[in-house]
């Protein structure tokens, strides 16, 4: 049983074609927009800035880097597989902006540790740390994206993130990756000069922390104090999940948009600069080559996702998932394929991996947004970070395993065949839901607060 919110809230900010939610400020709206950057360079840039960590903070040599970074990264995708849901449930109870706020501060400590690492065992403090921080900060950044926009800019508003979002990796790679040869300029060591990068990390984190707290919307999604026990909202977003295929549908979408993520953040790369490398060419040039590849697929779905957030607020929310899975199977499944990946169909395969892969990104949470009632929104959405840290975990062990033993391609013909299968389970949704083409904003349940008992 379910009721619909008051509709006596002072209605939402508009900016442009884009309109927030009921009772969102302008302060809630621009705070949100510069969120959307900031916090990308707090979620990508320690792995990005891990080999130069190992080599010239820790000593590492290049040859051991697989085996310590992949251990670090099991651990850190345990921590957050345990702790998404616990956050995504404990928002609804106690308001977004806490959660988010203490998860970008926790992940800032982080990086600290990171900075003032001597050892590789400093390093698994620091990385654990860190995955704390980034288990609550990664459920608040879907959860925030539903709570965000009015029912008819889901879309639009998504759109513009996933724009932010890619200058925010821009900034972090373009920028925060020069300042060692800045520090080094000032005459400090290779290894002080990455001590006080990722100090300056630590600080920008700590920062947008507190224009968290300054700028987000507080108070819980219903502006009233929940009384159920976290035990019972999480048991709600499960029970949300067999009862509504639709975010059965998402519950898969994440899976799949997750394991992309780590897909082009990391095998793709190698299997480019391997084959570069037996082309004839060398170190830098392979990198350069699989660097001109991998740009080329982060730089199609940012130009695409304003594209997607006007087909997601056109069409069904539910064909949008469809159509975007079908694309990501065929584009990770053609470039997979390819021996020669430097080639225009290859290209083209990156075209459609980048297309597909912001597509589903952006229409999952359009799709989560609607069919998720307001009072149990961080849970269900808590569950649907714990299927994204699934997906990254099998998709890092199996398509490892078929790097090393059957095609140095095969991670990305498995995330294909993945996209595929989401995708047939999908269409059958969409099948048996009447085939819908139009989005119908009255089948919206993202107004809604559910029934439920406080046991």
Partial sequence: MSNTLSAAAAPGYRLGPIEFATGMTGRNAWTYLYVCMAIMPVISFLSFSQPYVLTEIIGIPPEKHGQVTGLLITMHEIVVLLLVSFAGGLSDRVGRRPIYAAGTLIAGAGFAVYGLANSIADLYVGRFIYAIGLAGVGVMIAVTAADYPAEGSRGKLAGAGGVLNGLGIGLATALFAALPAVFQAQ?????????????????????????????????????????????????IGIQQGRENPKLLVCYAGSFISRADLTLVATFVSLWLQRVARDEGLDGPEALAKAGLMFALIQGTALLWAPVAGWLIDRFHRLACVVGALLLGAVGYTLLGLQEHPFSPIGYLGCVLVGIGQMSVILSVTGLLGQETPVNVRGSVIGLAGFCGSVGILVTSFVGGFLFDYWRISGPIILVGLANLAAFTFALAVWLRSGRPVRIDPTEARSSSMLGVGAH
């Fill in 187 to 235: 005459g400090l060591s290779s290894a002080d000069a990455g001590r006080y990068m990722l100090f300056v990390m630590a600080g920008l984190a700590a920062f947008t922390a507190l224009m968290m707290q300054w700028g987000l919307k507080g108070g819980t999604p219903t502006g009233v104090s929940a009384r159920l026990s976290l035990r019972r909202v999480i048991e």
